[in-house]
């Protein structure tokens, strides 16, 4: 049988080192104004971008847009000058300006807070909703991104193909006391030391524990 990681372990440890490691940037958003529209709106921009650049774009964009209302108004062009250079931002400017009259229609003007709703957005897929739900509602969600899929299976915790498939493993054996950290863990550890190639695993704080190098 495949080996393991000892997964209370595992979490203890990393508890330990996430404290030298900046928090990743939704996480930093969150910490600052937990506002269910900032925090949304980080997620979908954070997403393909890394976090220095998605730090600077929010902080520049949120000087200028704080609500829906806002975003509604905010011209298309100067939208799309403001997000650049994020990953995506031609796409994103278009599905942001879509926001507004989504959650409109669809949800009253209330961001929701259930992954179902969620990924009706425009910009939302499963991972963002995940995020968004836990991040900014504090409800227990599994946000499965691509160091969450790929560590996962290094540790042997999960035997899967896909981000899904790791959520949906997730949810059935992860007890839900890890569920809000493993994202903010994880990208931590991913993208210091368990990178997606030549992952650091002499120096990392999981060494005796992972069973890649047992
Ligand atoms: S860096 Fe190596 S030892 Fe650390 S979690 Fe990744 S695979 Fe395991």
Request: some cysteine; overall charge positive; proline content about 7%.
């Amino acid at each position: 049988m495949k080996k393991s990681i000892p997964i209370k372990q595992a979490f203890d440890v990393l508890e330990g080192f996430i404290a030298d490691i900046e928090a990743p940037v939704v996480e930093f958003v969150a910490r600052q104004d937990n506002d269910p529209f900032k925090i949304l709106i980080a997620t979908i921009l954070s997403s393909r971008t890394n976090d220095v650049i998605t730090t600077r774009v929010i902080s520049r964009l949120f000087e200028r847009v704080t609500n829906l209302k806002d975003l509604e108004s905010i011209d298309q062009e100067e939208l799309k000058d403001l997000i650049y250079p994020v990953g995506f931002y031609r796409q994103k400017t278009v599905q942001l300006k879509k926001l507004p009259y989504v959650i409109s229609v669809k949800f009253a003007g209330t961001i929701p807070s259930e992954i179902d709703d969620l990924v009706m957005l425009p910009g939302v897929g499963r991972k963002t909703a995940n995020l968004v739900r836990n991040t900014a509602f504090g409800k227990p969600a599994i946000c499965v991104d691509v160091h969450v899929h790929r560590i996962t299976n290094r540790w042997g915790y999960v035997n899967t193909k896909n981000p899904l498939e790791t959520e949906l493993e997730l949810r059935a054996k992860l007890p839900v006391e890890y569920w809000s950290k493993v994202n903010h863990y994880l990208v931590s550890l991913g993208q210091t030391v368990c990178k997606p190639r030549n992952p650091k695993c002499p120096e990392c704080a999981l060494t005796g524990l992972c069973p890649k190098l047992v």
